[in-house]
């Protein structure tokens, strides 16, 4: 079934175009990229139409994704209408993401980092004022939780799980 994901941050300089290029690149190379609407928006005006930031591209080039495509736009009123996810890179967005939607969208309001539960990292720190490590940590966080979120939207168990396990009785003979 199809899926629509928009990822938020603050600027959409940073994190959230991270994760639109790593969740499209992961999707791809498992051929599923079909199944998806990906994209991403910041909370804030100040980057509109600007690339990514110099360091995001790079770190991202690092690992073999182009993202210098992409610019930046604002959350608008509409995109709770269209995503059918809106995952917040950290709790400051995700609660002004919180008072921002309509209040048939809150539920559609995520921590990306929820679909990454074993690493018990709930936040993606924000890079902009940082060095450039930052940014690799950055990737390291989101590759895990997008691969999670990939997971989480695409396996289903098998509709008759329990007939697959055969009763010890009948083992027996
Ligand atoms: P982002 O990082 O939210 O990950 O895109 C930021 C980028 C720019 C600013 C803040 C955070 N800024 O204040 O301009």
Sequence with gaps: MHKSILFVCLGNICRSPIAE??????????????????DSAGLGSWHIGHPPDERAQTAM????????????????????????????????????LLKFAPKDGRDKVRLLMDY??????????DPFFGKNNGFAYVCEL??????????????????????????LASLKG
């Design 61 to 96: 080039r690092m690992r073999g994704i182009d993202i210098s495509g992409l610019r930046g736009r604002r959350i608008t009123p509409a995109d709770f209408e269209k995503f059918d996810l809106i995952l917040a890179m950290d709790r400051a967005n995700r609660d002004a």
């Design 21 to 38: 290029g790593m969740f499209r690149h992961i999707a791809a190379q498992r051929n599923l990229l079909d199944q998806f609407t990906i």
């Design 142 to 167: 989101v590759d895990a939780a997008c691969r999670g979120l990939l997971v989480s939207l695409t396996v289903r168990p098998p509709l008759q799980a329990t007939s697959m396990v055969r009763p």
């Design 116 to 125: 990454a539960p074993n690493l018990c990292v709930h936040e993606i720190p």
